[in-house]
């Protein structure tokens, strides 16, 4: 591990990122160049003391975890990432299918969409970023670890998972999953995560197996989603599926059903978020994509 390296790459990154450019206020007085150390590490979620000794060359060797972190909150492009891994001596990830990395254009994006729920997830189904009306939407869906991150998991294996969608919609909705499934697993034949992914849920799911045995492909692009939210009720929404050129990561963009009143059960959902947010810190304001 390069320590004065890194610590110099994380301090320059730093100091040229803009607030705006990761959805935090500029506030009133700004006494250095770029973001605060304490912005980056609530971006990252990490503490401050924790970053600050990173970029002081005295920090301990990061796990690839939180390098994943700080590339993200730093918003770097795949090549500034393997860089990071590289300094701090790990192996950078393959980008050529199971990249957890979202790129700063589509963070860019996930930032601007204010006031539509979006989220970047994996070809896995995992929910790699979301901005803060996707977070109201649905609540986080960042924070699981091993097989849990993956949304097919959670609803192949626990009851709970899909409680905020009616019971009658649930066959569906996971017949979809696996049929999306069959398409990646086709597209990265032989990757690790795909084969772990399959071969567990083949194993402790019967529904899956179920399912994954009538050989259903269907690449998932646009659905209708029908969502109970705890504050607002049954919400109709659309969402709609944008792929990246390589197609191991999806913009998905929610927005409500015409004809019904999901528009304005999204207005009221807005303004309960914007009263929340006055109880939070001032630099934890606006926020989007946190990993």
């Known amino acids: 591990m390069d320590r004065d390296e890194l610590a110099d790459f994380l301090r320059r990154r730093r100091e040229q990122l803009q607030p705006a450019e990761v959805g935090l206020l500029p506030g009133l007085r700004r006494r ?13 979620g990490m503490s401050t003391d ?8 005295r920090g301990p060797r990061p796990s690839v975890q939180v390098l994943g972190a700080l590339a993200r909150a730093l918003r770097f492009t795949d090549d500034e990432r393997d860089y990071l891994f590289h300094l701090c001596g790990h192996t950078a990830p393959h980008r050529d299918g199971g990249d957890r990395h979202v790129g700063p254009g589509l963070l860019y994006l996930l930032s601007k969409l204010e006031d539509t729920p979006a989220a970047v997830c994996s070809d896995l189904g995992e929910v790699l970023a979301q901005n803060r009306m996707h977070v109201l939407l649905v609540g986080d869906q960042t924070g699981f670890t091993g097989l849990s991150r993956y949304v097919l998991w959670r609803w192949c294996t626990d009851p709970d998972a899909g409680r905020r969608f009616p019971e009658e919609d649930r066959d569906r909705l996971i017949r979809k999953h696996v049929a999306d499934l069959r398409a990646t697993a086709a597209r990265r034949a032989g990757d690790a995560d795909v084969v772990e992914l399959i071969t567990r849920l083949r194993s402790v799911s019967p529904e899956f197996e179920r399912m994954w045995t009538e050989h259903e492909v269907a690449v998932r692009l646009s659905d209708s989603k029908r969502i109970i939210h705890p504050r607002v009720g049954l919400m109709d929404m659309v969402c709609e599926t944008l792929v990246t050129p390589n197609v191991a990561q999806k913009l998905l963009v929610y927005y409500p059903r015409p004809g019904t009143d999901a528009q304005e059960k999204l207005d009221l959902l ?4 914007v009263q929340s947010m006055a109880a939070e810190s001032d630099i934890g304001t606006t926020i989007f994509g946190a990993p």
């Open 32 to 44: 250095t160049p770029g973001l605060r150390r304490d912005e980056v590490a609530l971006l990252a």
């Open 50 to 57: 924790y970053y600050t000794r990173l970029e002081q060359a």
């Open 270 to 273: 807005r303004v309960i978020g």
